[in-house]
């Protein structure tokens, strides 16, 4: 079996996020966590390079803080380097509906130091350290605009793009999407607002704002990861017991070899569709 997942128990408190969390996903997780007695997918983090032993979560921001706020010590992960070949960072673009589209044109224009400028044009999508654009908006009057802004400094130009989506994630609804076809959008979400085009950031980057304490807005990142550990379904008295931290990664590493054994680990080369998957 090649590339095998990198799987190991950590810290939880060294885990760090790169993007603000969804709260209102954290109750219900917690319940269901609570209710399942195990993690079923790993959080996969890479670490960082600054010497405090930290990771940042690429995936599973939402299990991490569910692990966090449960109090349990330790967490199980998978761990990926940051210059793995299977590890590609993209963006997503959000689109918004069921949002009062004045309210929405107006929060957005209500916004310090960012500037809505109409571009009847192609746009080319934004880049976050050259174009003065920010993003990239479609309205649901098939007007484009540039969220333009004339500061270039990365740490500003992320709490901008935080106040842009915060000023829309809880007041109408938000998808994530990997499409830029606003004609498919209209006919999918009958009551569409609007599509917001984001840049994609540089990995390094993301690692050294995530260390900084510096979070993007909610879902606007995009990792493909490969391979990718699923269905692990580790029990939480494990991690949640006072053995050593060498102690629990010894029993991991027997509870994998065991499955191995029994020929319950299995990969899957080809795109898979998972059809019992939750929302952990």
């Not at 979560?57 to 692990?67: K, P, Q, S, Y």
């Amino acid at each position: 079996m090649v590339n095998f997942p990198n799987l190991t128990i950590v810290p939880a408190e060294n885990l760090v996020i790169h993007e603000k969390h969804d709260h209102q996903r954290l109750a219900p997780l917690i319940r269901g966590m609570k209710s399942s007695k195990i993690i079923r997918n790993p959080p996969i983090v890479a670490p960082l390079d600054d010497g405090t032993d930290r990771y940042m979560v690429l995936d599973g921001a939402n299990r991490t803080m569910a692990i966090k706020k449960m109090g349990i010590p330790h967490i199980i992960v998978q761990v990926i380097d940051p210059t793995d070949q299977g590890l590609r960072l993209h963006s997503w673009n959000h689109v918004v509906w069921e949002h009062n589209p004045i309210r929405f044109m107006k929060n957005l224009a209500g916004i310090s130091g960012l500037h809505l400028a109409l571009n009847p044009g192609s746009i080319l999508k934004p880049d976050i350290y050259q174009t003065s654009y920010l993003a990239v908006l479609n309205n649901c009057r098939s007007r484009k605009y540039q969220l333009e802004t004339e500061t270039m400094d990365l740490r500003t130009r992320v709490q901008l793009l935080n106040n842009v989506v915060d000023c829309y994630k809880e007041r109408g609804r938000l998808d994530r999407t990997s499409t830029e076809d606003v004609n498919f959008l209209r006919q999918t979400y009958p009551s569409f607002c609007g599509l917001l085009i984001f840049p994609d950031f540089s990995l390094h980057d993301l690692l050294t704002l995530s260390g900084e304490g510096y979070l993007l807005p909610t879902g606007i990142t995009r990792f493909t990861i490969s391979p990718r550990a699923l269905h692990i379904n580790y029990p939480l008295t494990e991690l949640l017991s006072d053995k050593p931290i060498e102690d629990k990664n010894e029993l991991l590493r027997v509870s994998i070899q065991e499955k191995i054994n029994r020929k319950s680990v299995r990969y899957y080369p080809e795109p898979t569709y998972i059809f019992d998957e939750t929302t952990e």
